[in-house]
């Protein structure tokens, strides 16, 4: 998915951002505002990011996204008149935004963030239509795989009633009690940068708990954490400063590196946003209603200290069987080159420490797993962590987790064997309890409607 940053962005767009994204100075004479402007809107909504295939060409589709239910493949979303979106009125593409509605009015899954990209005034989605249509290269090729969930979800009629229930298509009106510069925040965070849809917890029907708006959620086996201001829970001891140099893909000490998902929206978007929009991002994050975690007692990045245990185990012979190392022999051959033998990284070769890091301080130890399996790939970055799928068995990566959690991290966090098979393994987990509840929920209406049938036939017969 890597791009040459010059895809992203022209610095017209950037200039153009400065300013609210409904009304944008216009960019230099050669450019088309328009276009630039829809641009920028893109790279903040972080379209080419599922809409790009690892290897693939921009916009064409063919990423898998992990669901409940099985992938959902992402479509062609390039220009091209016979298998992208190069037939689109300015109404259909607004619908697919704002709606979830194909220009075929078939539904979309809500893994397209539509029930965020709703909040897009009609102004912006007018722009990113300019780009989409004249900026992006047409592809005239179809995605390799195509979306096929188990019954009844394949039926996409059934979005509609979910639709219904839950989401809410009207764009984004500002608070007047509130600055313009949070309302940008609010516009951008809960719009086209869509926050919530992962850090937002999900009902048993895949729909946000606005409840607990922000107070984390599961993704794709990944853990989206807490970002309410709550101090131990959330990021309420994240400073403004902080969480724009975060955003910016700056590091920050005691707060982790971007991985996974995360990674992706700092690489492909956030960090391509003006300082301005950032600070409004921030600005309004900060803002957020505290949102307690039960299982978190003091902070994320409070965890752990410097630790030496390998002058013990230095010169020993490791076990036959290498699934019976210990956590620190693992460590040594694995981590400590990076990491040092005290875990203190090197900040200089952007090496982060393990103690006091927010990666090892969370409940859930879903994205350390995750990192061990996979590492963390990022756009044109100085260092990246390899990943150990390939070299570590699942025995040697549960007990390397619960060493590193116990020596330098929340000790309550615990990794198990199983965890790591299915995090190692691409293919999301089945549909679960939503298809159960699905498939009860249509037999009870066939039963509904079977009983209504009857009572009817038989008051006619009475008759």
Sequence with gaps: MTLKSS??????????????????????????????????????????????????????????????????????ITPSKTHGIGNYSLQQFSDALRHGKRADGANLYPAMPYTAY??????????????FMQGVAAVDTAPAHQTALPFPFNIRLSMSAWNAMF???????????KPPQWNRGAYLSEGLAHCTTCHTPRTA????DRKRGL???????????????????????WSQADLVAYLSGQPVPGKGPAAGPMAEAVDHSLKHLTREDLEAIAVYIKSVPAVESA??????DSFGQARDDLDSIRGTELPRD????????????????????????????GLPALFHNTSLGH??????????????????ADTVMPGFAHELTDKQITTLGNYLLTSYGNPAAKVTQDQVARLRSPEPEGGGKLLLLARLGMALGVIVVVAIAIWLLRRRARR
Excluded at 118 to 131: L, Q, W
Excluded at 337 to 344: D, E, V
Aim: hydrophobic fraction near 40%; glycine fraction near 10%; include cysteine.
């Design 363 to 380: 409940a859930s130890s879903n994205n350390l797993v995750q990192v061990m399996l996979h590492g963390i790939q990022r756009v044109d």
């Design 118 to 131: 709703a909040k897009t005034s009609d102004e912006d989605i007018a722009a990113m239509y300019a780009f």
């Design 322 to 349: 290498f699934d019976a190392m210990t956590g620190a022999q693992i460590y040594d051959g694995y981590c400590a080159s990076c990491h040092q033998a005290q875990g203190q990284g090197s900040d200089k070769d």
């Design 167 to 177: 989401h809410d298509a009207k764009p984004y009106q500002a608070d007047a009690s």
């Design 295 to 300: 299982d978190m007692k003091q902070a994320a």
């Design 7 to 76: 895809r992203w962005l022209t610095a017209a767009a950037f200039a153009v951002a400065s300013m609210p994204l409904w009304a944008a100075d216009a960019p230099a004479a050669n450019v088309n505002p328009e276009v630039e402007r829809g641009r920028y809107l893109a790279t903040a909504g972080d379209c080419v990011a599922c809409h790009t295939a690892p290897g693939g060409q921009s916009m064409a589709g063919g990423l898998a996204l992990a669901s409940p239910l099985g992938s959902i493949y992402s479509t062609n």
């Design 205 to 208: 029907l895949m729909a946000e």
């Design 215 to 237: 107070s984390g959620g599961d993704l794709g086996g990944w853990y989206a954490p807490n970002i309410t201001s709550h101090a131990t829970s959330g990021i309420g001891n």
